[in-house]
């Protein structure tokens, strides 16, 4: 990552489109509205597209009482689901509330799909039929209340991603955490793309093209123009998913007869906390999970189950039909969530079943660990995931491990299982905020 103050101290040699020559900390609001919330600008480093046709709109939420923002030049409130060009936000907004929304940002066009309260004003990128499909953009996810310690921001691959964007976050005009794409666009689009083998055709739609607003990418035979990558875990359960399968890898798990401890506490609120414990094995009916929830000391067994037709799917989805304790459900925020969360990022990350050496349990392998140590005591390098797990098999979030060196995106469901691709926003120690919108390479 380039290691790099705020654009105006000299860092980038072209400043053609930066929006402001003055820290956060100079601002002075002349409307008399109180400053209290985070000061957000957005910046525009990409020389292909001007400030005034990129666009800012904010969306993932349909309740209007989940956005409070508004412009710092003149206190104009800020609504959902309405485009604002980068030049009508130059002096940037002042953010006093936005809870899991998004901040999504479009290069061209204003979004047309929107406002769409039914659909959490979210703009569409992978129905060929409807509006903003054939242009790029791409988001940021955030939760911010000035009364909430855990506020936070990401950037977001999990679904699909089109632009380079950078967050920086400061304290004082001192920059404090950084989250930002490592390599051009092309690249990006063309290591995952690969992944599918550039299925660009529903149901199995992967990546998306557009020779008039896509990026020259070297695709199987030619060069080809790239609007999007849709990842895995959004093509959708029951759809012929054009990704590569988990299938050996689970087979590999049954065959072997590898059982895995499934082991942790559910942050749910005060002590003391719900615990899990858990033992997962692969049989011939699917993932078997037997184990307990321990509340207030007082343990409760149960019995999960994830049938075979829906394990494949349901580790990169998130979302698999289980049955627990005899009920057909999906996991919920719950401890048996948590627990069946550990199984499906312990698949993507290469932990189960790996013969590779835990630096978080001494004399283990991640295989013999449990499902705590694959990320405590401490966080570990992401060197020890993927193929640092399982050298000698593609046995992982394909997807995943592609995305790693090339960005610090959010790259999957599980991303901050190991990693810390957040950035905090907690109101203490963060005053204001840029996004910056990267030139391609």
């Keep these: 990552m380039q290691n790099c103050q705020a654009k105006w101290l000299g860092c980038f040699p072209r400043t053609r489109h930066l929006l402001t020559l003055v820290a956060f ?4 609001p002349t409307t008399g509205f109180s400053i209290d919330g985070l000061k957000v600008k957005f910046i525009d480093d990409n020389a292909d597209y001007p400030s005034s046709n990129i666009y800012v709109a904010f969306c993932g939420q349909s309740d209007p009482a989940n956005l409070v923002a508004k412009k710092l030049s003149d206190g104009t409130a800020l609504a959902l689901g309405t485009s604002y060009s980068l030049t009508d936000l130059q002096d940037g907004i002042l953010l006093t509330r936005y809870v899991t929304g998004r901040l999504c940002i479009k290069l061209g066009k204003k979004f047309e799909s929107l406002p769409n309260p039914g659909n959490g004003n979210n703009p569409n ?36 991603f089109s632009v380079r964007l950078r967050v920086r976050t400061y304290r004082d005009g001192s920059l404090i955490r950084t989250l930002t794409w490592q390599k051009a666009i092309a690249t990006a689009f063309h290591d995952t793309g690969v992944l599918s083998d550039f299925s660009d055709t529903l149901p199995a739609l992967a990546v998306c093209i557009d020779k008039n607003h896509g990026v020259p990418t070297q695709g199987p035979n030619s060069i080809i123009n790239v609007v999007r990558v849709i990842a895995p875990s959004t093509i959708g359960v029951g759809v012929r998913n054009p990704y590569p399968s988990f299938q050996a890898y689970i087979n590999h798990v049954r065959a072997n007869a590898i059982v895995t401890k499934i082991e942790g506490e559910f942050f749910s609120g005060p002590p003391p906390l719900p615990k899990y414990e858990f033992t997962a094995l692969v049989d011939s009916a699917g993932l078997l999970m037997t184990g307990t929830v321990t509340t207030n000391a007082v343990p409760k067994s149960h019995v999960i189950k994830i ?67 694959w990320h405590l005591p401490r966080t570990l390098p992401i060197k020890y995931a993927f193929a640092g797990a399982q050298p000698n098999h593609p046995y992982y979030n394909q997807y995943a491990a592609a995305l790693n060196p090339i960005t610090m995106a959010y790259g999957f469901p599980y991303s901050d299982f190991v990693e810390k691709p957040l950035a905090s926003l907690d109101p203490a120690s963060i005053d204001s905020m840029d996004i910056t919108v990267l030139a391609d390479q």
Excluded: M
Aim: proline share 7%.
């Design 125 to 160: 990128f992978n129905n060929p039929s409807l509006p903003d499909f054939g242009f790029r953009w791409d988001k940021a996810e955030i939760t911010y209340n000035i009364t909430d310690p855990n506020s936070s921001i990401n950037l977001s691959a999990t679904d699909f």
């Design 307 to 373: 049938e075979t037709g829906h394990l494949d799917s349901g580790i990169y989805t998130q979302s698999p039909r289980c049955n627990i304790d005899g009920v057909n459900a999906t996991p919920g925020n719950d401890a048996i969530g948590a627990a069946i969360r550990d199984v499906l990022a312990g698949f993507s990350y290469g932990f189960i079943g790996s013969n590779e050496q835990n630096p978080n349990a001494p004399g283990k392998t991640f295989g013999e660990s449990t499902s705590s140590e």
């Design 25 to 28: 900390s100079l601002f002075v």
